[in-house]
């Protein structure tokens, strides 16, 4: 019974979890109301799940979790080994680059959501889940509404031509939620017995989702569909059609692989799907792959690939237009293995194995159709489709995370005999009257008190320094520019205010600062060189190191 009050709060505190980091954002007191607010929540609500996952001695004992958990482990391990193993300053490889941050903390905090996923996972949670997913992504999908109409609560300025970008920050990965969103919705209306006024309502919020990929971008469309062929074909598969399964998977199979090589302009779908900002995706992968061969083994640290992609970048990349940067590789397992090298990504991607094993075992050995599992398969297929052109945002990466586990603990929690849903539901009511052993408390309390540790120092710093802005005067943000921990996006903004003011010593003393602490930052070198009062010394110093940085660039001398 012990174990069984656990796992009900850890799955509620998955439920929180996802729910929160998808809608939370904080437009008053941060520059970046959208990624660091996520982290600092992701943190703390990951350690409050890891508390609760320690009393769990029988899961982590259950020889038929063995296999994920090591993978997961040396995953963890694997991005320890990264994070100390990189020389860079502790704060960017820990919390990640400004904007992103999917650093080290984040991956930590994803793994343990992945593995309470596993914990707590079963039919009744596997319900409540979907529930909680449409019931998120309609809230989403009506501030997408009430954004295309100007009528915002804050005002957000997006660069990506739409302002239709949900609690995100982006219009493409609102598109992408929206797709998410839309291809549960879909399977659930139309592989369920529901009432008629149950599946109007789903109906209902897949127009409204392909509504919203409409105003925003056009990046969900495609992973609905891919998500709503997933379930289609788990539905074919469980109904015995294994011709037409057959027949239906290969189909899409070559639909997928036509999409991918029209991502690289070739094959027949090339005119329609490549544009240049699949051109630039192309150069982004390069970089990446180009990264994980010079680096096999560790990578180029977390949220690293700023740093190092006009290194890696090919020639055409520059003849192109050699001004374009990118901070991420717009591939997520690319992603991974360019920050923590070639093991980091197989490990990444054997978790991904093993929830497409997961879904193998359960199709072949379930007698009945479950659209709840076909809807989470759809949302997963979703996930992962977007995943292979887009960049790891948190408020989706907790989905990703969260379904992958979902999948895993699901085909394991429902092996053998399995009680009627009557029997879990009251099972469910029994526990949730329960409290949590004392020890159990004690030890959450713990990691609780460290999640906060650990995610707030840069929220607060942030909140700080948005306070020093507001008051103008470049005596409070000059020293606000050094707050702990440091963030280099803050030094150079600083740098950029003092020098827009003519304020130029100032700036160059920021500067002449920060570089020390970010030696690889080019656009901390090229302001440094654009100051009109900086010394030849300091030009030429400056240019040295931005030709270092971009040493391919025919432009820098």
């Given amino acids: ?33 959208v990624n660091l607010p996520k982290l600092t929540a992701l943190v703390a609500l990951a350690f409050i799940a890891l508390g609760l996952l320690i009393s769990r001695k029988d899961f982590f004992m259950d020889s038929k979790n063995r296999l994920p958990l090591v993978i997961i482990g040396l995953f963890i391990l694997q991005s320890i080994f990264v994070l100390l193993l990189d020389n860079r300053t502790l704060a960017l490889k820990f919390y990640g680059t400004t904007s992103r941050n999917t650093g080290f903390i984040a991956y930590l905090s994803l793994s343990l959501l992945l593995v309470a996923t596993m914990a707590s996972a079963n039919m009744f949670f596997l319900k409540q889940n979907m529930w909680v997913l449409l ?160 680096h096999p083994f560790f990578g180029v640290g977390f949220d690293g690939f700023g740093e190092w992609y006009r290194r890696t970048r090919s020639l055409e990349a520059i003849q192109v237009n050699a001004a374009v940067s990118s901070d991420t590789a717009h591939n997520i397992p690319l992603d991974i293995g360019s920050s ?34 076909a809807a989470l398969v759809a949302a997963w297929v979703s996930y992962q489709a977007q995943s292979l052109i887009s960049i790891n945002q948190l408020g989706l990466g907790v989905w990703g995370w969260s379904l992958t586990g979902l999948l895993i603990g699901y085909e394991i929690n429902t092996r053998g005999e399995v009680p009627s849903e009557k029997e879990k539901l009251a099972d469910k009511s029994k526990i949730i009257t329960n409290k949590l052993p004392a020890g159990t408390l004690v030890i959450t309390l713990v990691t609780s008190g460290i999640g906060l540790a650990i995610a707030l120092p840069p929220y607060l710093a942030a909140s700080t320094f948005y306070k020093a802005l507001q008051s103008g005067d470049a005596n409070i943000i000059q020293p606000a520019a050094y707050l702990r921990p440091y963030d280099n996006n803050r030094f150079l903004f600083v740098a950029q205010i003092l020098n827009q003011n003519k304020l130029e010593a100032q700036a160059i003393k920021v500067l002449r600062d920060a570089s020390s602490i970010y030696p690889d930052s080019f656009e901390m070198w090229q302001l440094w060189s654009e100051i009109a009062s900086a010394t030849p010394s300091d030009v030429a110093h400056a240019k040295a190191e931005m030709k270092r940085l971009d040493p391919f660039n025919p432009e820098l001398k």
Avoid: C, H
């Fill in 340 to 373: 923590g090298g070639l093991p980091l990504m197989l490990l990444y991607l054997a978790i991904i194995a093993l929830a497409i094993k997961s879904v193998v075992k359960v199709v072949r050995r379930k007698s009945e159709f479950n659209v709840y599992f």
């Fill in 1 to 33: 019974m012990r174990e069984a009050i656990a796992n009900r709060y850890i799955g509620m505190y998955v439920l929180a979890l996802i729910t929160v980091v998808t809608l939370l954002v904080s437009p008053f007191n941060s520059l970046d109301p």
């Fill in 135 to 294: 019931i998120v992504g309609v809230t989403s999908a009506v501030y997408g509404i009430f954004q295309s109409k100007g009528l915002d609560f804050y005002q957000f300025n997006s660069t990506s031509g739409s302002n239709v970008f949900g609690t995100f920050g982006n219009p493409n990965f609102q598109s992408a939620f929206m797709g998410i969103v839309g291809a549960s919705a879909l399977s659930l209306a139309a592989f369920s017995s529901f009432e008629i006024k149950i599946k109007a309502s789903l109906t209902l919020i897949v127009v409204v989702a392909l509504y919203n990929i409409s105003l925003s971008s056009q990046q969900g469309y495609l992973n609905l569909l891919a998500g709503f062929a997933a379930a289609f074909t788990v539905y074919l598969f469980s109904k015995k059609q294994v011709i037409l399964g057959w027949s239906f998977l290969g189909v899409f199979s070559l639909g997928v692989i036509s999409v991918l090589l029209g991502i690289l302009n070739k094959g027949p779908l090339a005119e329609a799907i490549y544009k240049s900002s699949l051109q630039a995706r192309g150069f982004y992968w390069r970089a990446a792959t180009n990264m994980i061969v010079d």
